[in-house]
């Protein structure tokens, strides 16, 4: 079994600099992406090929989306975590720049907090009976658009929706989200 290439003693494992993230950039630009583990040599960093790919699909690259979320990409994740769970990677595909790993840490930092506060439950997106509902006159960063639209992927007997009354009850405004050829799970 061979040694993992992050594990070489002169190999950079801490934060990127600048210096590193202009190589891997102009590197990329000229050459292209791909065969990570020559990269690093050829491009003369100290670092892996595994560290040059994330920090490239991550953080670097030109198409990728910077700063917040806005209300729709909210409701776009809300609605598709009611359809496939925790498959960041799906999801994160139909948000154009956003990284699967940068909509995960969202989720889990901001809309599961936003959902229960709802008093919706975040992992079967049905009403959650127990957790503490906002009151209608309590002051939220939450609009009134957004609830209505999260509350369309709740079934209201209190079961997990599935992917027909998603889709059917899309509301107006959202694009098409393409998902028929996807094979989704049941719950």
Not at 17 to 36: A, N, T, V
Not at 57 to 74: A, I, Q, S, T, V
Request: with cysteine.
């Amino acid at each position: 079994m061979r040694k993992p290439s992050c594990d070489k003693k002169d190999t950079n494992k801490g934060a990127w600099s600048k210096q590193e993230d202009q190589k891997l950039m102009e590197y990329i630009h000229k050459h292209g992406e791909g065969c990570w583990n020559a990269l690093p040599e050829a491009a003369g960093l100290l670092r892996c090929g595994k560290s040059c790919r994330l920090r490239w699909l991550n953080y670097l690259r030109p198409d990728l989306k910077r700063g917040n979320f806005d209300e729709d990409e909210d409701d776009l994740i809300i609605r598709l975590h009611a359809l496939l769970g925790n498959r960041w990677s799906l999801i994160a595909g139909r948000l154009p720049g956003r990284t699967d790993n940068e909509v995960k840490n969202y989720w889990n930092f901001h809309l599961k907090k936003k959902l229960i506060n709802m008093g919706i439950d975040p992992n079967r997106h049905g009403l959650n009976h127990s957790l503490p509902r906002q009151s209608h006159g309590a002051s939220t960063r939450t609009s009134s658009t957004s609830k209505s639209r999260a509350c369309q992927t709740v079934n209201y007997d209190n079961q997990a929706c599935n992917s027909d009354t998603v889709l059917e009850d899309e509301p107006p405004g959202l694009p098409d989200l393409n998902l028929g050829g996807l094979n989704f799970p049941t719950h």
